[in-house]
Structure formats: structure tokens, C-alpha cells
């Protein structure tokens, strides 16, 4: 498992902390589950946002090129 070093505000810190404490896990399983849960939910986004794409019945698919490009995620 690779090991990364994280910059973040300390109050910021002091929830993580609070919530691994809480949780009687550490620091790093904490942010490794939200770090988890959030691309998670951005996969499942994008994947509704796909599937809605494709069932537009319009013809040659409206302005799908330009609903694709939305849901990409930004650089």
C-alpha cells in the first residue's frame, strides 16, 4: 500500500482525528473510507448522468456530446 503525505487545515485535521477516535480506527482508515465514499458517489453520479444520456429518445441524440462533456470531471 502506498503511503502519502496530505496537507490539510487544522481544524480540518481535528475532525478526522475526532471521527478515528470515535470510529476506534486511525487517522489514515478514516480518510482512506471518505476518500472511498466520495469517488464512490462521483462514479454513481456520472453513471446516472450516462444512463440518462442514453435514454433520450430525441434523435441523434440532442446535444449529448455537449451533457458528456458535463459530467466529466474537471482537470
Do not use: I, Y
Request: no cysteine; glycine share 6%; proline share 7%.
Amino acid at each position: 500500500m502506498a503511503k502519502v503525505m496530505v496537507s490539510m487545515p487544522d481544524d480540518l485535521l481535528a475532525e478526522v482525528d475526532a471521527e478515528a477516535r470515535r470510529a476506534g480506527t486511525s487517522r489514515s482508515a478514516v480518510l482512506r473510507d471518505f476518500a472511498d465514499a466520495a469517488l464512490r458517489r462521483r462514479r454513481e453520479g456520472r453513471a446516472a448522468a450516462m444512463k440518462a444520456l442514453l435514454s433520450d429518445p430525441s434523435p441523434h441524440g440532442g446535444d449529448a456530446a455537449a451533457q458528456v462533456k458535463a459530467t466529466r470531471p474537471a482537470p
